[in-house]
């Protein structure tokens, strides 16, 4: 019993050290959040919600400093630090909120003095500027600034009376003015001499969709004057106005009977079931003027937040979500929300250094340099050696087999050393001409019959000592030259703050497509930079990759006139980027609100990414050689892999654009010439003589990518295609060799010995190359080649 009657007076000893009302806090609402650039103070936005979901607003900074613990991203930050304030006179409201107040003169005087006192609330609560009111009752009035300093001159114009009552005119011209452009009836509203639209109601309204209010009030017993705008304007109204606003309709019906016209159009304008979110208000009739303002306080209420929380920024660089939670007494408060501070295209920096010392500029340029290198070895690595190795374990898993007799077969030979096959030695199954594994070795991890009459029996294998050659970066030339354009367009975009040149292109296109949804939280201004870096991103990397990967295709001699085509194409390509990455941020903006009002999740932004890169992709292709499906292919992979290492490589964090932009430009580089080089064969078909007819496929031997790239022709076993059918002795042991020139990724001929005629009329000079064009015919010995391109 004693034990028990302690631990009472211990638990309400505990009980009273906490403020009574701290205790009825549930959850704390993270309402938005707003930055200070130049102090590096991030300030939360935040409502405290009872059990109920009721606000409470009674408790002072104190009080919630013992009890609040705001977490970000898990770590607590340090109360001591923070300030918190509670706005009780203060501005409540964000600024980028517009009120429009409509009053009925004909409310009785009592109900318009309690209208009167409780809009006190709101003009206090929101900055200048973001109020206005207007009167109705035989004419309608302007639409004023209404202020806490100005606020006593409007008693008297509330007291007017007047026994007239211009509703639907009022109604009208109120909506319209959220509206900059003139709508069909505004002319007929019958307002005061000298009436004019308040321009800074439409002008606010373009900046801040969604976050427009129309709070009108009206009563039951005037006589509505008829005019020519009547219920049906309304429902055509919705579809011709640029911005609409959301409506709360308060309707007094102590006064008289409900006209159901009025009634009509007050539930239509408020809560029509077309209305989206983010324009559905209220329809709040009643007969108790109590209740009316009780109605009103709550709905001023719901717009505001009650509480900020402001600290040091914890992190030197936010790019994206951050996720806020709360605790209150130790215990959690709420579900975690996120909210997006900064963009992984262009981060918050909450400390920028005012002027980046040389030195520091200097360090970041040869980081970045330094990333491209490792990207580039990286790239040539993963293409020339770790590709082509599990390629060659696949094929040595598959067809490297012990030699087991057939049943009807008497023996076997070696296709290269002729001796017989042993039952239980290795062999190579690949094609029909068996050989030993180490003969298959010997002839380089080819059939001995490759090129004749075999076309299947080769092995792709990892030449390790040619690795580290001049010749495999002359094959990886795409590659790196797309990782170059990708450091460029990466140093441009960050030397021109993240692509901020694009703001003013990208505001209209946010202001177009972005409809707010949530009641606090504004993310127009992060989808502003979101889309800005998009288009330039796809601008700069559209220009750049097109540029060097077009000059690279380029074979022929380049004069201004085709340097200027290649610059035009290059220009088309940066414009199709841009655009493309435009409508994947019109989408990010028409998606968004449906999604989360506090932030911007990661596969908001996939759809932009995934456009620009086969847009871009595909514009390669115009008027050069790239194949559209490797254009695909490749701009689709990178993208993806791009995308990946920015939004979730953490290791990445400052670079993260730099690997997005290297990434992209070396996958698609590396992509476009691997396909290209698969996709376009060249033949030898043999024109006269005993071997008449024959293809030889001898695009296995020249390959500009790498593995070989070189076909002799000759009389030696040595030679690719050797021409033991010549009777003649005109032919010499090595007479011609055919190769890709790396440089042009052109095929070429050029002679080893005296007497290749071209063409049937021209000797070709020896040990010069020659371009051969499809159709070309050489003659050697007697054989006549005739050189021929497929795709
Ligand atoms: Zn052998
Ligand atoms: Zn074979």
Not at 84 to 101: A, N
Not at 386 to 412: C, D, G, H, M
Request: some cysteine; overall charge positive.
């Amino acid at each position: 019993m004693m034990a028990l009657k302690r631990l009472l007076i211990v638990w309400i000893a505990a009980m009273a050290m906490l403020p009574l009302h701290a205790q009825g806090v549930k959850k704390v609402q993270f309402c938005g959040r707003s930055l200070n650039d130049s102090t590096g103070e991030i300030t939360l936005f935040l409502k405290l919600l009872d059990g109920n979901g009721n606000a409470v607003t009674r408790l002072d900074e104190n009080s919630i400093k013992d009890c609040l613990k705001v977490f970000e991203e898990g770590q607590g930050i340090d109360r001591k630090k923070a300030r918190i304030k509670k706005l009780i006179s203060g501005k409540r409201i964000p600024d980028d909120y517009t009120f429009s107040i409509l009053v009925d003169l004909n409310i009785p005087a009592e109900g318009k003095k309690r209208i009167y006192t409780e809009l006190k609330r709101l003009v206090d609560s929101a900055p200048d500027s973001c109020v206005f009111i207007s009167f109705y009752g035989n004419y309608v009035s302007n639409s004023e600034v209404i202020t806490s300093r100005n606020y006593a001159e409007f008693e008297k114009k509330f007291m007017q009376e007047d026994g007239a009552k211009n509703f639907y005119s009022a109604l009208y011209s109120k909506m319209a003015e959220f509206s900059s452009s003139t709508l069909e009836l505004e002319s007929e509203a019958r307002v005061v001499d000298g009436y004019k639209k308040n321009s800074m109601i439409s002008k606010r309204a373009a900046d801040n969709k969604g976050k427009n209010i129309l709070i009108v009030f009206t009563e039951s017993s005037g006589k509505i004057l008829s005019d020519d705008i009547g219920y049906f304007e309304f429902t055509k109204y919705q579809t011709a106005a640029e911005e609409v606003p959301k409506v709360f309709a308060f309707y007094y019906t102590g006064t008289g009977e409900i006209d159901p016209e009025v009634e009509a159009v007050l539930q239509d304008i408020t809560e029509h079931k077309e209305l989206t979110e983010d324009r559905r208000g209220k329809y709040l009739p009643s007969s108790d003027i109590g209740e009316i303002i009780n109605t009103l306080g709550e709905t001023i209420g719901k717009q505001m937040y009650d509480y900020t929380f402001t600290y040091r920024a914890l992190k030197e660089r936010y790019d994206g979500d951050t996720q806020f939670s709360a605790k209150w007494n130790d215990e959690d408060a709420g579900e975690p929300t996120r909210i997006t501070i900064g963009t992984e295209e262009r981060p918050w920096i909450p400390n920028p250094d005012p002027k980046p010392s040389p030195m520091s500029i200097v360090v970041k340029v040869l980081v970045a340099l330094l990333t491209t290198l490792l990207t580039i070895a990286f790239f040539i690595l993963f293409m020339k050696a770790l590709i082509p190795w599990i390629k060659s374990r696949t094929f040595a898993a598959k067809y490297y087999k012990k030699y087991v007799p057939e049943a009807n077969v008497q023996r076997r030979v070696c296709h290269y050393c002729k001796q017989d096959l042993q039952p239980g030695q290795l062999i190579v199954t690949k094609c029909k001409h068996y050989m030993h594994i180490h003969c298959w070795k010997i002839n380089n991890y080819k059939c001995a019959e490759y090129g004749q009459n075999c076309n299947e029996g080769i092995q792709e294998h990892v030449e390790w000592n040619t690795l580290f050659t001049k010749q495999t970066l002359r094959d990886s030339k795409q590659t790196i030259a797309g990782i170059l354009a990708g450091l460029v367009s990466w140093i441009v975009y960050s030397f021109t703050g993240d692509g901020r040149f694009m703001d003013a292109l990208a505001r209209p296109i946010v202001n177009t497509f972005y409809k707010v949804n949530g009641q606090f939280t504004n993310l127009a201004d992060v989808c502003v930079d979101k889309v800005s870096s998009f288009m330039a991103i796809g601008l700069l990397l559209g220009f750049f990759l097109s540029l060097v990967f077009r000059y690279n295709d380029e074979y022929r001699n380049k004069d201004w006139k085709v340097l200027l085509k290649i610059l035009g194409l290059s220009l088309l390509s940066g414009v199709i980027g841009m655009v493309a990455f435009a409508v994947g941020g019109c989408i990010l903006c028409a998606i968004l609100p449906l999604i989360h009002p506090t932030n911007i999740p990661w596969y908001c932004s996939l759809p932009a990414y995934l456009l620009f890169s086969v847009c871009v992709a595909l514009s390669l292709t115009i008027k050069s050689s790239v194949p559209i499906k490797s254009a695909m292919l490749g701009g689709l992979c990178s993208a993806i892999i791009g995308f990946i290492v920015l939004y979730f490589a953490d290791l990445a964090k400052g670079y993260g654009m730099l690997l997005n932009f290297i990434i992209y430009g070396g996958g698609l580089g590396a992509s476009l010439i691997t396909v290209r080089a698969l996709a376009e064969k060249y033949f030898l078909v043999i024109q006269n003589g005993v071997k008449a007819g024959q293809r030889i496929p001898i695009h296995k031997w020249m390959n500009a990518t790498g593995g070989g790239n070189k076909v002799t022709i000759g009389m030696t076993g040595d030679c690719e295609i050797q021409m033991n059918w010549e009777k003649s002795n005109k032919v010499a042991k090595e007479h011609a060799q055919l190769y890709i020139d790396p440089a042009r990724t052109i095929p070429v001929i050029k002679p080893l010995a005296n007497g290749v005629i071209y063409n049937t009329r021209a000797e070709l000079p020896v040990g010069k190359p020659s371009v051969l064009t499809n159709g070309d015919t050489f003659k050697i010995g007697d054989t006549i080649f005739k050189y021929e391109e497929t795709d």
